[in-house]
């Protein structure tokens, strides 16, 4: 089983900062099995890259997603205030088929 | 626009079956995506629950398999988990959500439902 370990587990930035995210597996994940969601309290999570670095449908270029092997990066280049939420990363394996990271939180500073 | 609606009971007996469903609008169940469900617990992760194609291929995770089952109702457009001899470890907010064939993430999700076991 391959596990997703996230951090920082909190994050506290401004608006208009720079945020990097880490997602770092216990083996090696191909990139296209590697995802990241933004969750806001109260609502489902929001598919934000699939393939560690293609953003989804309707998400702003703000959001970046890079990395290979078994070290991933969300970064968000400049904070929005409706940024602030918990970013979770997600890998496709052989067992279990997905596994979520255990989540980062991005607050407000 | 592809919408998901999950519904169910929200209070389920310890040892009890959860049953929920989620009906899809703007999609076909019989086009090329799997369907799955997710849970997270109050206050904590996601977990992937199961998740199943339109030929009736199934995947679980194994530390539920033996208590979970995922069902397609295409006449419905639906899909549909069962969770049998549930305990309080159970209760969460359940989502169900889709996954394009070859994509190996979840774009759409429904808004979820609470689920407590409790007697």
């Known amino acids: 089983e391959i596990m997703l370990t996230q951090s920082p587990g909190t994050l506290s930035l401004s608006p208009g900062e720079r945020a990097t995210l880490s997602c770092r597996a216990s083996q090696s994940v191909r990139s296209t099995y590697l995802a990241w969601y933004q969750q806001k309290p109260g609502q489902a999570p929001r598919l934000l890259i699939y393939?560690?670095?293609s953003r989804a449908t309707g998400i702003p270029d703000r959001f970046s997603g890079s990395g290979s092997g078994t070290d991933f990066t969300l970064t968000i280049s400049r904070l929005e205030p409706e940024d602030f939420a918990v970013y979770f990363c997600?890998?496709?394996?052989?067992?279990?088929?997905?596994?979520f990271g255990q989540g980062t939180k991005l607050e407000i500073k | 626009q592809v919408q998901l609606q999950e519904s169910g009971p929200g209070l389920v007996k310890p040892s009890g079956t959860l049953s929920l469903t989620c009906a899809i609008s703007g999609d076909s169940i019989s086009d090329s995506n799997w369907w799955t469900w997710v849970r997270q617990p109050p206050g904590k992760g996601l977990e992937w629950v199961a998740e199943?194609?339109?030929?009736?291929?199934?995947n679980y995770n194994p530390s539920l398999k033996s208590r979970v089952t995922i069902s397609v109702d295409k006449s419905k457009n639906l899909f549909s988990l069962r969770l049998n001899s549930v305990t309080a470890a159970d209760t969460a907010v359940y989502y169900c959500?889709?996954?394009?064939?070859?994509?190996?993430?979840?774009?759409?999700w429904g808004q979820g439902t609470t689920v407590t076991v409790s007697s």
């Open positions: 199943i194609y339109q030929s009736g291929t199934t």
């Open positions: 959500a889709r996954i394009p064939f070859h994509y190996y993430a979840l774009d759409v």
């Open positions: 393939g560690a670095s």
């Open positions: 997600q890998q496709y394996g052989p067992s279990p088929k997905y596994a």
